[in-house]
């Protein structure tokens, strides 16, 4: 069975730094297309960054987060930097085994077949 178990949020100061940390048993996902996602209350949850080969990112996180990944741990990073309010969301990991060619496809969570429990990460003013 696949897991996927997201780590490492709280609370934090604007302009501060967290790393999350998205662990996956059960499988394998080192040549899977593997993301992080946002939900904010009252909001659809919504694409922040994209690891398969290269980086993607939404633009509202481009040069302050940076998405990695440990294929020899199984383990998928975030790290967060020059955290503002308006990051303040439930973050979630999601992994898919499916393939598409472009990128469109992968920034739409509907296409991710798994899905951790999601990390709240906090930001004050």
């Known amino acids: 069975q696949v897991q996927l178990v997201e780590s490492g949020g709280g609370l934090v100061q604007a302009g501060d730094s967290l790393r999350l940390s998205c662990v996956a048993s059960?499988?394998?996902?080192?040549?899977?297309?593997m993301g992080w996602f946002r939900q904010a209350p009252g909001k659809e949850r919504e694409f922040v960054a994209l690891i398969r080969g290269n980086t993607y990112y939404s633009d509202s996180v481009k040069g302050r987060f940076t998405i990695s990944r440990d294929n020899g741990k199984n383990t998928l990073y975030l790290q967060m930097n020059s955290l503002k309010p308006e990051d303040t969301a439930v973050y979630y990991c999601?992994?898919?085994?499916?393939?598409?060619?472009?990128?469109?496809?992968?920034?739409?969570?509907?296409?991710?077949?798994?899905w951790g429990q999601g990390t709240q990460v906090t930001v004050s003013s």
């Open positions: 059960g499988g394998t996902f080192s040549s899977s297309a």
């Open positions: 999601a992994a898919t085994t499916r393939t598409y060619y472009g990128n469109a496809f992968y920034y739409r969570p509907s296409n991710y077949q798994y």
